[in-house]
């Protein structure tokens, strides 16, 4: 049994086998941005964006509303079609793939793009269990020979046997083992989030893009993403995109950020040179009326431990 | 709620009743004034209208009496309406069963209709009625009717969910019955003939519950397959075939090479349809498959050349056994052994009764259906199958061809629709295209859906339900697809998810307890 | 010049056709628009609708002779008041209580309610085909040719396909009125786009749904007067037929859009018109299904639905 699953190269094996992973440390850009245009009828949902994103780095895209965040998330993950642009792909030891010529499913198949939506998307009246299992459907698929000859039941048992390991393994992680065989709509909010990440591990990609992870957690609950979200890029050493609103989440965890305004990208680089850039301010606070607004508020914008950011000037 | 509270002691709303009830009689007047008030009735050289007035009144007295009960039950007089209902459901029951035999009354309208109509209704309402009286002793607590109506649901659940944890035992129960069931004293050929026709329909329903119960698509031409498989079949078999004619044979090919060749014919049919029409979404998909269905047929009646036409393509024989035609035989066993299956049935093969044969191959056929299903809802490309219906973006983004997925349910389903129809011809001997009719794929779809969404059980019971009792009391031909389209929205309206809903997960982490409903919560790390 | 004539006269056949398949498709577009349930048994209220028209033309035929033009006023007033009663028993009996339910609950309630409404008019009328003797003759000559025999081939517009014309064109502007200038029409299409939230806007929600089957029935009826008009028969399962193909048109015009049905409506009756006339009789139906598979495959909101944008 040598699947494509078992002799891939970077990215960690999902089953928490992180070590095996030599690679050099994760500086080159995994997937590469260029000229991204979106557009809906006349409306320019993106207009020229251009970014990378790192391996084994955390990235985020943050931006107001309507500022066309979730659109480069559905072009990346070939929900769109782009209008214009290109997504490239780079694995190590394998030649660029250019996202924007395929299917969406294969995008998750052969880019190995792992995605969670704003509004979970999960399988609802089927157990967590199950969730993580159906994740894994193609490396299952293979070893049913393709359902002929899983129906007679050979060969597939152990392979089966090691999809449930897997799916074992995430939900330790997510903390929720006990209630593995509850249908997945029985869960609460902000485990039905984590789960969802679950499950796009559980495909065991090589990027793995968050549509809002901590909308709608409590303060409590948005840690224990922290700390998740962290967990996969040192242990798993994947790259991770991640679109959020919650400021706490993105200072924290982001190694390089991304911003939108009305489609354009407005500003680029690590947090701490985002958080002073007077574009974002603009875009974050508006224009004229930054001074008036309470302190209270742009605290809450600029996040935690701003202390350096300092009033715009 | 308050309203509902019984015997509460506030004053009745008198007038929002009495506009209840007649508003009730205005709307059952106009509709009945039109359609039943008026017979329209062939003269020589024309038609003319014949008045049927009488009617009309029993039906809106009708109307008002049920009405008058459901107000009734409403404010909580249940013995009123125990010992009203009860009396008319008596006298009704008494009149149309010895109606004939000497007791006579006087009885306001004709419709027999309306008067089993009224029988049944009333005998609900005094039923029900008497059993809140009785719960309304027991606690002293009056419950509204919302949670009455919930427990009842929660109690059909639990059924449900305790029906598929025990399908093992169940499915074996029923196995061992339907394997005993031509031995069985008092089996005559008739009833073989239903349990022959209750198991075609149940294999039917199983193949479609691939289809719209695991993989959630709506297909309203399921029949298409049922013919393609029918014909496939038919024009290898059947010595009258226009093809094999062709060909210059005057031997029909044999019932088992004929039988996969259909099923594969009837899967590359499915593959062919589904591959254009199954990315549109569940309602388009509804109408795509009840126009292919139509196609078809017409296709069927058209293409005379090939099929016949509507003369159709008769002396299909029936299946062979271990080499030995079982068709030769029918002409000489006459009616004299229909009743006396035990004594007919031996291991000498000669004396087989054809019958007991096509029962036997329906019942494996069903069977493998069955495991079949059962087999590949474990394997991944099952959990895929629900896991679109589920949600289909969420699946394309974990990697899942949903095309391909899909075109897998589509042909597998149509596959079992393609041996059904062999059998079907085989049974019939004789096919035609009028056989092969929308209503066919309105009661396979009806099987799936009463039964539960994706309950096997659930598909037996409801084929006994929708077939075979219907066939059992065939006085009532008459009416028999009326009480069907009704059943069918009653029990809709009772329980929209089905009778036998419930989803047993595929896989499970933990072992489940013996008793109770929940998952154990042992086995954590 | 033949040949001219002979398609002049399956346009006037197929225009009149498609505005039967038109008036019964807007019924199904706008309740699937409000519901999004596909209202199977509104055939069947087309069918009732004939059954209607058929009696009250009796009925007005043994009271004596009525001027016509005002016997037909009556007919279409009685067909449209009674069929609609039907329209709005069923939505209050069979569907209301679904409209939480998962769509397939929905839609095999309405198969049911459909075979059930078929039997109930085969056992009060009975299975025979009804004839009703044609009503209104006559006509204008438009063209008078001979064909290859060399014998007269007149076509001629007849007073009966003028009035099915206009019937259609007067019901369709009332309707657009109705629907784009009244409150009644906001109220629908603001229980279309959030039936919550309509509802804590305090829109009688039950009420207009209500309406709509109500609506829809009505037109269904007129459906029914013309077919009966025009074809000069019915029995109890002519609406099946028509019933599907006007869901057809429907969803070939764009489901939920009205003029969209109504433009569906005419091109399924165009279709099936020239196709029997040019190819083959019998396959028409072979061709309407065709056309609609082709058009869902390229274009699957239909030619005058909104493109809709998938939400992830």
Redesign the interface.
């Known amino acids: 049994m040598t699947g494509p699953a078992n002799g891939r190269e970077p990215g960690g094996n999902g089953a928490g086998d992180g070590a095996g992973n030599g690679a050099a440390a994760g500086v080159r850009p995994l997937l590469t941005v260029e000229h991204l245009t979106m557009r809906f009828g006349g409306l320019v949902a993106i207009d020229d964006v251009s970014f990378q994103a790192a391996d084994r780095k955390i990235t985020a895209i943050i931006g107001p509303n309507g500022a066309g965040k979730t659109t480069v998330f559905n072009c990346l993950t070939g929900f769109y079609k782009p209008t214009v642009g290109r997504l490239t792909l780079e694995l190590e030891g394998r030649g660029p793939i250019f996202l924007e010529r395929m299917e969406g499913f294969r995008i998750a198949s052969r880019a190995r793009i792992a995605r969670t939506f704003q509004n979970i998307r999960l399988f609802p009246k089927m157990t967590l269990l199950e969730n993580l299992v159906v994740a894994q459907h193609n490396k299952l698929m293979r070893a049913s020979g393709y359902t002929v000859r899983g129906l007679f039941g050979f060969g597939y048992r152990r392979e089966e046997e090691k999809a449930v390991e897997q799916a074992r393994y995430w939900l330790e992680q997510i903390g929720l083992v006990d209630r593995a065989d509850d249908d997945a709509d029985s869960l609460p909010y902000g485990d039905q989030r984590r789960l969802e990440i679950a499950r796009a591990m559980c495909t065991e990609p090589v990027l793995l893009c968050l549509d809002e992870p901590a909308a709608g957690l409590n303060p409590r609950e948005s840690a224990d993403l922290n700390d998740l979200l962290t967990f996969i890029r040192n242990e798993h050493r994947i790259g991770i995109l991640l679109i959020e609103h919650d400021m706490s989440v993105v200072m924290q965890i982001s190694d390089h950020i991304v911003v939108l305004d009305y489609g354009k990208k407005i500003s680029d680089g690590d947090p701490e040179f985002v958080r002073q850039d007077p574009a974002v301010i603009r875009a974050y606070l508006g224009e004229e009326e930054e001074e008036d607004l309470p302190d209270i508020v742009k605290q809450d914008l600029l996040a935690d431990g701003a202390g350096g950011a300092g009033a715009p000037s | 709620m308050a309203a509902t509270i019984p015997h509460a002691g506030r004053p009745v709303d008198r007038r929002g009743i009495l506009i209840e009830l007649g508003g009730t009689a205005l ?1 059952v007047f ?2 009945t ?4 008030g ?3 009735k ?1 003269i020589s050289g ?4 014949d008045l049927r007035i009488v009617d009309v009144v029993s039906a809106v007295a009708i109307a008002l009496v049920v009405r008058g009960w459901m107000i009734l039950m409403r404010h909580g007089y249940y013995r009123v309406v125990t010992i009203s209902a009860g009396a008319v459901a008596a006298i009704l029951v008494v009149s149309l069963l010895f109606g004939g035999a000497g007791v006579q009354f006087y009885m306001p309208f004709k419709a027999k ?1 309306l008067q089993w109509l009224l029988a049944i209704l009333s005998t609900g309402f005094a039923i029900g009625a008497a059993l809140r009286m009785a719960r309304d002793g027991r606690t002293a607590v009056a419950e509204d009717d919302g949670a009455a109506s919930d427990k009842q649901v929660a109690l059909m659940d639990r059924v449900g969910a305790q029906v598929q944890r025990n399908a093992l035992w169940i499915g074996g129960f029923l196995f061992a019955a339907a394997a005993c069931f031509p031995f069985m004293p008092g089996v005559n050929l008739q009833y073989l003939d239903i349990g022959v026709l209750v198991l075609t329909y149940i294999m039917l329903g199983w193949g479609l519950n691939i289809v ?1 119960g695991l993989a959630g698509l ?1 297909d309203l031409g399921y029949v298409a397959f049922y013919a393609v498989g029918a014909y496939s079949f038919a024009l290898f078999a059947s010595p009258d075939s226009p093809l094999l004619q062709e060909l210059g044979l005057t031997e029909g090919i044999s019932f088992w090479l004929c039988l996969p060749f259909a099923g594969l014919m009837a899967a590359l049919a499915g593959v062919a349809l589904g591959f ?2 199954l ?6 998909l ?3 498959t ?3 269905g ?2 078809i047929r ?2 069927l ?2 293409f005379y050349s090939l099929t016949k036409g509507p003369d159709g393509i008769s002396k299909i024989p029936p299946p062979s056994l271990l080499g030995y035609s079982t068709e030769s035989k029918m002409d000489e066993e006459t009616l004299e052994n229909t009743t006396e299956f035990h004594t007919a049935m031996g291991w000498e093969f000669d004396q087989a009764d054809t019958t007991v044969l096509l029962y036997f191959v329906i019942l494996a056929m069903a069977l493998a259906t069955n495991f ?1 299903t059962v ?2 809802r474990k ?3 099952g ?2 199958w ?2 679109l219906r ?2 289909e ?10 095309t391909n997925t899909k075109l ?1 349910a589509f042909g597998l389903g149509a596959m079992f629709g393609g041996f059904a129809g062999s059998f079907f011809a085989t049974r019939q001997t004789f096919v035609s295209p009028e056989s092969f009719t ?2 066919e794929s ?1 009661v396979i ?2 099987i799936v ?2 039964g539960g ?1 994706g309950s096997q059980i659930g598909v037996v019971v409801a084929a006994f339900l929708l077939i075979g009792l219907p066939e059992i009391f065939r006085e009532l031909q ?2 028999r ?2 009480f ?6 009653l029990i ?2 009772w329980r ?2 089905g009778l036998l809903a419930h ?1 047993e ?6 072992r ?1 307890k013996a008793r109770g409903g929940r ?1 154990e ?1 042992g ?3 | 010049m033949y040949h001219v004539a002979y398609f002049l006269d399956q346009l006037i056949n197929g225009v009149t056709l498609g505005a039967i398949y038109g008036l019964v498709a807007i019924g199904y577009t706008m309740v699937y628009g409000i519901i999004g349930m596909i209202n199977f048994a509104h055939g069947e209220i087309f069918m009732i609708g004939t059954f209607v028209s058929l009696i009250v033309f009796l009925l007005l035929g043994l009271a004596g002779g009525v001027w016509l033009p005002l016997a037909i006023l009556i007919v279409l007033l009685a067909a449209m008041l009674f069929t609609a009663i039907y329209g709005w028993t069923l939505e209050r009996v069979a569907y209301r209580r679904l409209r939480a339910s998962p769509r397939l609950a929905a839609l095999i309630t309405a198969i049911g309610m459909s075979i059930f409404l078929q039997n109930y008019v085969q056992l009060l009328q009975g299975a025979r085909n009804k004839p009703l003797p044609p009503q209104i003759t006559g006509g204008v000559e438009v063209v008078n040719t001979s064909n290859r025999a060399g014998e007269a081939y007149a076509v001629s517009l007849s007073y009966l396909q003028m009035l099915i014309i206009v019937l259609t064109i007067v019901l369709m502007v009332v309707f657009t009125v109705l629907i784009t200038r009244t409150a009644l029409g906001r109220a629908q299409r603001a229980c279309e786009q959030d039936r919550g939230m309509a509802a804590l806007l305090g829109i009688n929600v039950d009420r207009t749904i209500s309406l709509t089957f109500v609506i829809g029935a009505s037109l269904a009826a007129v459906a029914g007067l013309i077919f009966m008009l025009r074809y000069g028969a019915t029995d109890f399962f002519v609406g099946f037929l028509t019933g599907l193909k006007a869901f057809t048109a429907a969803v070939l015009g764009g489901i939920g859009s009205l003029p969209g049905a109504m433009l569906g409506g005419l091109l399924i009756g165009l279709i099936e018109v020239f196709f029997a006339g040019y190819f083959n009789l019998e396959y028409k139906d072979v061709a309407t299904f065709t056309v609609l598979v082709l058009v869902l495959i390229f274009r699957p909101t239909g030619l005058l639905g909104k493109p809709d944008i998938e939400k992830v």
């Not at chain 2, 004034?33 to 039943?36: A, D, E, F, H, P």
């Open positions: 709307v106009a509709l004034i039109s359609l039943v008026f017979h329209i062939d024309g038609i003319t209208l209709l719209v709506l254009p029409v990315r549109l979404r569940g309602d388009y509804a109408i795509v009840l126009g292919f139509e196609m017409v296709t009646l058209n079949f087999r590949i394997l991944p490309v959990r895929a629900e896991a589920e949600d973006i969420a699946c394309r983004s974990l990697g899942i061809n949903p897998t929308f209503i309105a779809l009806a859906v009463l969404f008459e009416y697809m009326l069907f389209g009704g059943s069918m929205v809709m309206l929209p998810a989803r997960p595929t896989i499970r982490m933990h489940r998952a919560a086995g954590a790390a």
